[in-house]
């Protein structure tokens, strides 16, 4: 596993920023799926500029691949080398191709629910703290 870039006194973690593009395969799209349209993904949020949109329905295939992606990774994980994936209508040459951007930390206390480790969550205490943007996917 990737060594946690966290200093050792720190309760924090880094997750990598993603992009996720709308890429054709070998065959036709049969949903939405308009080639370069793309969000990012900055912790539990997805970020969508103006105009950008995606199918829901193939929204749902990629969605459960996001958090994984977000962690570091071995590198002879499958996890870290494919990038693409596919709509779920087996008809759809509709694809996501999912970039790691830089690293974003999050304190854990920011982060956590369990009552007795709860702070104020990151949202509300000035997030986006520490970013690291050296791509190193
Ligand atoms: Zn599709």
């Given at each position: 596993?990737?060594?946690?870039d966290?200093?050792?006194?720190?309760d924090?973690f880094?997750?990598y920023?993603?992009?996720?593009?709308?890429v054709?395969?070998?065959r036709?799209?049969?949903?939405?799926?308009?080639?370069?349209?793309?969000?990012?993904?900055?912790?539990?949020?997805l970020?969508?500029?103006?105009?950008?949109?995606?199918?829901?329905?193939?929204?749902?295939a990629?969605l459960p691949?996001?958090?994984?992606k977000?962690?570091m990774t071995?590198?002879n994980?499958?996890?870290?080398?494919?990038?693409?994936?596919?709509?779920p209508?087996?008809h759809?040459?509709?694809?996501?191709?999912i970039?790691r951007?830089?690293?974003?930390?999050?304190?854990?206390?920011?982060t956590?629910g369990?009552?007795?480790?709860?702070?104020?969550p990151?949202?509300?205490?000035?997030q986006?703290?520490?970013?690291?943007?050296?791509?190193?996917?």
């Open positions: 596993m990737e060594q946690d966290a200093a050792p006194d720190e924090g880094w997750l920023d993603l992009r996720v593009e709308t054709i395969g070998d036709p799209p049969v949903c939405r799926h308009v080639a370069g349209e793309a969000f990012r993904v900055e912790g539990e949020n970020v969508f500029e103006a105009g950008q949109r995606v199918s829901m329905y193939a929204l749902a990629v691949l996001l958090p994984a977000q962690r071995s590198p994980d499958w996890m870290s080398t494919d990038a693409e994936v596919a709509c209508d087996p759809c040459g509709g694809r996501f191709r970039t951007l830089g690293k974003r930390y999050f304190r854990h206390a920011e956590t369990l009552p007795d480790k709860r702070a104020t990151y949202w509300q205490a000035g986006d703290a520490r970013t690291d943007d050296s791509s190193d996917s």
